[in-house]
């Protein structure tokens, strides 16, 4: 696969312009992996990985390791301590991701205890020193994900307030998950779902703002979606839609870099996959670890119910290997329009 050198790229370039969202078990390596066999150009991000877990888990190859073909690539960090991040950032920027963005988002209770992810939104303050800190560290673009508020907070002053701040910090890209987080009386699960949407929110934002690159996060699930989008703010990020659906990304380079779509059937980018999987299983890796992430590729299509069965009923068995996965895509079929099928050698 084609690997794009993401430095050669502004912040606010291209590259950003369609972005898979860090989403936590999901987007982990073999996903982004297979996610390249649908779209070489889409930003692609990793689970947010904490400080700490950088700065004393061991070995760091478990948190920070992925293949070449995922590029351009962003590392999540989640933290508050400035120089911890910007610790951290250097060490992402030493492996070689291409850019390096700040959870300001996550609403999980056991985040907020270590003063990470929304909760941050409550201390502007800390998030623009920490993103001072790692832009002193690194040449790589240091951005910022968040949501539109918090609890109480008034959706428009508050949010002014924070990106304003941050702005001053040095920060020029913010990527705005248009929706509150409710620390209080929600979980993570409902803070996915229950506050409303509210879209214009963060298209005001990039009109008070054009000087900012600001990209805008959150139910958003067809291409079509993400265009009308584009009229208002810099660039879009997909999440749940393109972990559940991947099919959804095999139309992005086309749609939005103007270049050839990788895979030309479901099968083909599936055929595609499979020297990945072989390493990663000649690595140690287990294949469900790696399978799960395809469940929902022939969603729609004739036995594509049979396929998931069959990957999950026997790709955790010790010594699966490639031809349960083979064994599954013979089960499937492709509409004779999408694609031809494809042979597996």
Partial sequence: ???????????????????????????????????????????????????????????????????????????????????????????????????VNLNVGCPSDRVQNNLIGACLMGHPEKVAAAVK????AVSIPVTVKCRIGIDD???????????????????????????KAWL?????????????????????????????????????????????????????????????????????DSTFFGQADPASSRLAAAQAFRPYIQARLDEGAKLNHISRHLLGLFQGCPGGRRFRRHLSEHAHLEGAGLRIYDDALSLVREPQEAAAAVSIE
């Fill in 184 to 252: 209080q009386g929600l979980s993570p699960k409902q803070n996915r779902d229950v506050p409303p949407l509210n879209y214009p929110r963060v298209q005001r934002l990039k009109q008070r703002h054009p000087e900012l690159h600001i990209g805008i996060n959150g139910g958003i699930k067809t291409l079509e979606a993400c265009q009308a989008q584009l009229a208002q703010v810099d660039s879009v990020m997909v999440g749940r839609e393109a972990y559940q659906n991947p099919w959804l990304l095999a139309r992005v």
């Fill in 1 to 99: 696969m084609q690997v794009i050198d993401m430095k050669s790229i502004s912040p606010a370039g291209a590259a950003r312009r369609f972005s898979v969202a860090p989403m936590m078990d999901w987007t982990t390596r073999d996903y982004r992996a297979f996610a390249r066999t649908l779209t070489q150009r889409a930003l692609l991000y990793t689970e947010m990985v904490t400080t700490g877990a950088i700065l004393h888990g061991s070995p760091r190859e478990r948190f920070l390791g992925y293949s070449e073909v995922e590029h351009p690539l962003a590392l999540q960090l989640g933290g508050s301590d400035a120089g911890e991040l910007a610790e951290c950032a250097a060490i992402a920027e030493a492996w070689g991701y291409d850019e």
């Fill in 153 to 179: 907070q008034d959706e428009d002053a508050d949010l002014e307030h924070f990106i304003h701040q941050v702005a001053d910090a040095g920060c020029d890209t913010f990527i705005v998950h248009a929706r």
């Fill in 133 to 136: 800190a790692m832009q002193a």
